[in-house]
């Protein structure tokens, strides 16, 4: 938990010089937060190539409003859900032109989403990567990156009472799958 603090604490303080134009310190900080980022965009996508192409997008447009960013604090939270949008529109941009949103549903993603290593087992890492979307990118906000409740609220631009209810039900699901009922 000391190492979370101050990796907490390092990252309010890049913020901070960012927003003064350091150079340098924003340089840290997506050198610190762009694999993060890259993560859950491939978390909510399941395309390596679209994850890529989302964190890279959501770059320039943290670049444009981090000055416009009020608390340190709330870095991790605002940088996931400007990922979480721009995978949304892309998202929303093949959904019209190949109509995705069918083939998804018939044909889930065979790629397990990256996990972190500190999870054991495949079995965890395939009932995550079996999860819908926003199930997982909840599960990964919160167990993962340790994000509070209301954290992965604003990264997934959803309403608190969603994340518990996103939670609730990717639990059982893993759950059932851990214990052989599915």
């Known amino acids: 938990m000391v190492a979370d603090s101050a990796a907490r604490i390092l990252d309010e303080y890049l913020v901070a010089a960012a927003r003064t134009g350091d150079r340098h310190a924003f ?6 937060w762009h694999g993060k980022l ?3 965009a ?7 190539d679209m994850a890529q192409d989302a964190a890279q997008a959501s770059w320039l447009e943290i670049v444009g409003g981090l000055g416009r960013l009020r608390d340190e604090k709330a ?9 979480t949008r721009r995978c949304a529109r892309q998202l929303d941009q093949r959904i ?11 044909n889930p993603p065979e790629q397990p989403a990256p996990v972190d290593a500190a999870l054991v087992g ?10 819908p979307p926003d199930q997982r990118g909840a599960i990964a906000l919160f ?8 954290e992965v609220a604003v990264a997934l631009h959803v309403p608190v009472g969603t994340v ?12 059932g799958v851990l214990e052989g009922e599915e």
């Open 27 to 32: 340089g840290l900080l997506a050198r610190r």
């Open 38 to 40: 890259v993560a859950h």
């Open 42 to 48: 491939w978390r909510l996508t399941g395309d390596p």
């Open 75 to 83: 870095f991790p939270a605002w940088a996931y859900r400007i990922v």
């Open 96 to 106: 019209r032109g190949r109509r995705l949103a069918q083939s998804l549903a018939e």
């Open 122 to 131: 495949s079995a965890l890492r395939s009932a995550i990567a079996a999860l």
């Open 143 to 150: 167990y993962l990156e340790e994000l509070s409740v209301a």
């Open 164 to 175: 518990k209810t996103r939670l609730m039900h990717a639990r059982r699901k893993l759950r």
